[in-house]
């Protein structure tokens, strides 16, 4: 019964996210609106929802748990997601987001701090490149104006 409610929220939600971005409005003629990407992702939360409510049931019978290491990761995925949202409006997206993803390589994926410090640095400048630089939508800046 709990997996129903369940499902039906999802489908809920997608619907509702899908009419919030319809009415954001989504293409012109100069091109994409801003409601094109979240009406897309609310559509795909939609039929994901019909699927798994529309689907038979198919109940676990033994729930495993992670272990320590495990929830060690969820906690480092949490914290890197908070971290980002506290850290973006005071440090801008290059700061925040090397930070972030340093947490996140060390906690979650356990790699070194060379190869974490590369990844990261690396990254953020091929998102900052990508979106600042070749389509021109600024990020958030820091103090130090990147």
């Not at 499902?7 to 094109?36: D, H, Q």
């Not at 969820?74 to 971290?83: A, I, K, N, W």
């Amino acid at each position: 019964m709990i997996e129903r409610a369940l499902n039906a929220t999802w489908v809920l939600v997608g619907a509702a996210g899908a009419i919030g971005a319809w009415n954001m409005g989504l293409v012109t003629p100069s091109g994409p609106e801003s409601g094109l990407f979240p009406f897309v992702a609310s559509l795909l939360v939609l039929i994901g929802g019909l699927v798994l409510l529309l689907a038979p049931k198919h109940r676990a019978l033994d729930v495993d748990w992670p272990d320590t290491i495990g929830w060690m990761r969820v906690g480092g995925v949490v914290l890197g997601l908070s971290l980002i949202a506290l850290l973006l409006p005071r440090l801008g997206f290059a700061a925040a987001g090397v930070l972030t993803m340093m947490i996140l390589l060390k906690l979650v994926e356990r790699t070194g701090w060379l190869q974490s410090v590369a990844l990261s640095v690396g990254s953020v400048a091929a998102v900052i490149g990508l979106f600042d630089k070749l389509l021109g939508m600024p990020l958030p800046r820091g103090p130090w104006g990147f």
